[in-house]
Structure formats: C-alpha cells, structure tokens
C-alpha cells in the first residue's frame, strides 16, 4: 500500500514502471454472467498503458473538453437549482433526493437524447447505485450484477440494433469507426465513472459541512471553489486506485518486486502533513491545494473539471434554497469497500441542528 504524498504522486507518474493494467478479478462464480460487462470494462482507460492509452483517451478527452463542460453550465446550473427547489424544507435524503439524480442527469447529458433514452439511462443508473450500498449483504450484491449486466446489455443493443446509437456518443463511435464494442465499451466506461463519484463527492461534501455548525453558513460564492477543492481532499469518493510494478523498484526505500500490486491510497496522500499543513483542518482558502482525488499524470481524471462544476452548482443551488441546513438523524456509510467512500443515505433538513447549527 502506498500512502505518502511524494510516493503516490511518483507511482502516478510513471506508468512504465506502475502499469494500470490491473483489470479487477471477478469471482468464478459470476464470470459468465458478467462476461458481456467484463469483456468491454478490460477495454477501459483504468486498464490501458501508453501508448494505447493516449489514442483511447483522446476522444474521451475531447468529450469531456474545457469547452464543452463549460458550455454545460448554465443548464447545470439550471438543473441543481430546480432540483433544491423540490425538496422539502421538513427532511430529504441528500444523496437520494439530489445528489444522485443530479450527477445522473448530468451524465445523462452527455450520453443520451431528451425523452424515453434518458429515462432508460436514468433508470439504469439508479439501479446501479442502489445496488452497490453494501458488498457483503447478498440482496445488494445480486441487485448490483444484475443492473450491471443489464447496463452493459442495454448498451450492447443499441449497437447491434444498428439504429440509432446513443447513449453512445457520435464523436466515440466516429472516433472508432467499424469498432463498435470500443465505442460501446467507452460509453459504458462514462456511465460507471461519472455517476457515482460525483454524487458521492456531492454528498460527501455536503457531510462535511454540515458537521460543523460554522461551515455551512460560510459556504459563500467567495468560499464556493476552495469549499469543493478542499472537500475533494477531505472526503474524496474514490480512496485509491491500483497499479502493478512492470519491473523490481523501490518506494521511499522499501522494495517493490517485479509483478507486485500496489493499493495506491491517494486518500491518505491527501493527509500527509508532509504536504499539507495540519491535514485535518477542513479550510477551504488551503492554497495550495494538491490533493490527488482525481489522480494524477496519464491517467488524470478527464472528468475532474465537469465534477466541480456540477459539484459546485449542487451546493451553490442547495445553499440558497435553505440557507441554514443540517444533518436530520444516523448517517449510513457505505460498509466494506475499500476504494469508494461514501454515505447511502444523508438525511437533513432546514433549520439549525439540535446544537443551534
Ligand atoms: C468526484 C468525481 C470524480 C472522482 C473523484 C474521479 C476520480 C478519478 C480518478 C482517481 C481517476 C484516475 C484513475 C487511475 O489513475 O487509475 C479517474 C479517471 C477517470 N475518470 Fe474520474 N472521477 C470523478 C468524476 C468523473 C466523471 C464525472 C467522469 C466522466 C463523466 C469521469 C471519467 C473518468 C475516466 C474516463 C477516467 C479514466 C481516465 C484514464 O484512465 O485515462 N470521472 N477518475
């Protein structure tokens, strides 16, 4: 495992050395069931080394560009602000009521057309996140295989069909023209890396917030960006990634063997005091600030700029809608997972909290 800042920014950055080319095991008992989904996520980005990587990752790139997130914004905007405006003051679920659905319409954004193909998506996507609550309760973990599979079949019809191809999006099918199933493969990829981890970091940092009486009224459009780099830091939704030692090398002295796989714990990189002043403090004007929440070098999160401004609309539209809001009853976390982090229900309401916050 690899937690200090130096060492994760290292291994990040040498992909010749720290392969990513470590496609998660599935159990024997749902390979053939997951074999349509298993079969495309190897072709992923997670998964591919240069210099296959950096001709997958261009188009993806382009799809997610500067300019076309910020072209998004006010209909982002738009979204979180009318999605605040139907909750109610007396109690939500900030995850389920508004974090989810917002992140999932943003991706849906991107992927789908208005109508009946977004509500398929939407729907498919609310399957998936219901499903992945607890790895280890039987019920949850079917109902994850079963909308994972489902996702992947989805997609997969649309491109036998023929017809019309979204939710894949025409500059991933014209990037690879005649290969259907990398095109397929990469829209999946969009579905599964953009819902969840906005929406968790959505909820977790409005968790954050709300912790302590003094933050949420300091939320700010002055304070909004540092408010969401910094929860980025604090309670990011993705802990780690993995890579594998292409070759016998060492980190910060200590061996790693030719082959080893290595937990790359960019969560606890985030709290080292070697980089960051008093790592605990939540404070939003920490400048700088280079937290590795969506990793870093070759692999850096292309989605990293539409999360902030989809996270950034969500609590700007969420501020103003109950300008004094706080936590309403138990938080449930997601329980044995060690990469993503996250509540599966954060309850709140308007109004100070039992402490008059
Ligand atoms: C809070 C939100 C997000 C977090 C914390 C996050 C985190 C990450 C991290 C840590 C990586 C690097 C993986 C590695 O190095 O092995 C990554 C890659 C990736 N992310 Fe995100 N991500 C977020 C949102 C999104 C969104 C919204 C999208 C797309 C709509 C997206 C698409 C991707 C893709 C396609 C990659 C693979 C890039 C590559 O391997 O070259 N992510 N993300």
């Known amino acids: 495992m690899v937690t200090g800042h130096?060492?994760?920014?290292?291994?990040?950055?040498?992909?010749?050395?720290?392969?990513?080319?470590?496609?998660?095991?599935?159990?024997?008992?749902?390979?053939?069931?997951?074999?349509?989904?298993?079969?495309?996520?190897?072709?992923?980005?997670?998964?591919?080394?240069p210099p296959e990587h950096s001709v997958r990752r261009a188009p993806v790139s382009r799809a997610l560009s500067p300019r076309t997130v910020s072209g998004l914004a006010p209909s982002i905007d738009d979204l979180a602000l009318r999605l605040a405006a139907r909750l109610p003051a007396a109690g939500f679920d900030v995850l389920l009521d508004y974090a989810h659905p917002l992140a999932a319409r943003v991706v849906a954004g991107l992927l789908c057309r208005p109508g009946p193909e977004t509500e398929a998506f939407l729907a498919r996507a609310r399957a998936l996140e219901r499903a992945d609550a607890d790895a280890r309760d039987p019920a949850a973990r079917e109902a994850g295989l079963t909308a994972m599979a489902e996702a992947t079949q989805a997609v997969r019809d649309q491109l036998a069909s023929g017809a019309r191809l979204a939710p894949v999006p025409a500059h991933l099918r014209a990037a690879w023209?005649?290969?259907?199933?990398?095109?397929?493969?990469?829209?999946?990829?969009?579905?599964?890396?953009?819902?969840?981890?906005?929406?968790?970091?959505?909820?977790?940092?409005?968790?954050?917030?709300?912790?302590?009486?003094?933050?949420?009224?300091?939320?700010?459009?002055?304070?909004?960006?540092?408010?969401?780099?910094?929860?980025?830091?604090?309670?990011?939704?993705?802990?780690?990634?993995?890579?594998?030692?292409?070759?016998?090398?060492?980190?910060?002295?200590?061996?790693?063997?030719?082959?080893?796989?290595?937990?790359?714990?960019?969560?606890a990189a985030n709290?080292?005091?070697?980089?960051?002043?008093?790592?605990?403090?939540?404070?939003?004007?920490?400048?700088?600030?280079?937290?590795?929440?969506?990793?870093?070098?070759?692999?850096?999160?292309?989605?990293?700029?539409?999360?902030?401004?989809?996270?950034?609309?969500?609590?700007?539209?969420?501020?103003?809608?109950?300008?004094?809001?706080?936590?309403?009853?138990?938080?449930?976390?997601?329980a044995h997972d060690p990469i993503v982090h996250a509540p599966t229900s954060l309850p709140v309401r308007a109004g100070p909290g039992p402490a008059g916050g």
């Open 271 to 334: 709290r080292d005091p070697a980089r960051f002043p008093d790592p605990e403090r939540f404070d939003p004007s920490r400048s700088p600030n280079p937290h590795l929440s969506f990793g870093l070098g070759p692999h850096y999160c292309p989605g990293a700029a539409l999360t902030r401004l989809t996270a950034q609309a969500a609590l700007t539209a969420l501020r103003a809608r109950f300008p004094r809001l706080s936590l309403d009853g138990p938080v449930t976390w997601r």
């Open 177 to 267: 023209p005649g290969d259907d199933d990398t095109a397929g493969a990469h829209s999946l990829m969009l579905l599964f890396a953009g819902v969840e981890t906005t929406q968790n970091l959505v909820a977790n940092a409005v968790h954050l917030l709300l912790l302590d009486a003094s933050r949420w009224p300091a939320l700010t459009p002055a304070t909004l960006a540092g408010t969401v780099e910094e929860a980025t830091r604090l309670a990011p939704p993705v802990l780690g990634v993995l890579r594998r030692a292409t070759r016998e090398t060492a980190l910060s002295g200590v061996p790693v063997a030719a082959g080893a796989e290595l937990v790359v714990m960019t969560a």
């Open 6 to 49: 130096a060492d994760v920014t290292a291994v990040l950055r040498d992909p010749a050395t720290f392969s990513s080319a470590v496609v998660p095991r599935v159990p024997p008992r749902d390979r053939a069931r997951l074999a349509g989904f298993t079969d495309w996520s190897a072709r992923w980005l997670f998964f591919q080394d």
